[in-house]
């Protein structure tokens, strides 16, 4: 159960993320696929309409009816934030895993929320929101340690 919270709580992070990624492209429109955590497969579309992003949400793997339980407390977050996120719809190709296959939570460090989250920003860092002329090379940052002599 604290895995599903888990992925709820990082579902609502990355809606935020992507919604500010949406603001700054320049574009209208965005699609993406999420995978929060505890089996939890989404995808959604943002759509910006003047200063606020509409975002539609489907479920393709995961547990539902606990998202669905706790969905209308995810959407009055997000509409502090100028998010208006639609009801959670169960998508065609839905699996639960859950049910279907006996789900069971990953171990090593993928077990933990915040690095499969952290390990999702860094493969979509940035290129997705830019239109292609905008994409380039980038200046390198270094974090951490530096090393030089």
């Known amino acids: 159960m604290q895995l599903l919270f888990h992925a709820l709580e990082r579902t609502e992070d990355i809606v935020q993320l992507h919604a500010g990624r949406l603001r700054h492209s320049g574009t209208d429109q965005l699609h993406v696929v999420i995978k929060p955590g505890a089996g939890v497969q989404l995808s959604m579309t943002l759509r910006q309409e003047g200063d606020r992003v509409h975002a ?88 951490g340690w530096e090393t030089w002599a």
Not at 63 to 87: A, N, V
């Open 56 to 143: 539609e949400v489907w479920m393709h793997r995961g547990d539902l009816e606990f998202f669905q339980r706790h969905w209308r407390e995810l959407q009055e977050r997000c509409e502090t934030r100028g998010i208006q996120l639609g009801d959670l719809q169960r998508h065609p190709d839905f699996q639960s895993h859950q049910q279907r296959h006996g789900y069971r939570p990953p171990t090593g460090e993928w077990a933990d929320p915040l690095m499969a989250g952290a390990f999702a920003e860094f493969a979509l860092a940035g290129s997705l929101t830019e239109p292609p002329s905008r994409r380039g090379p980038r200046p390198a940052r270094h974090r």
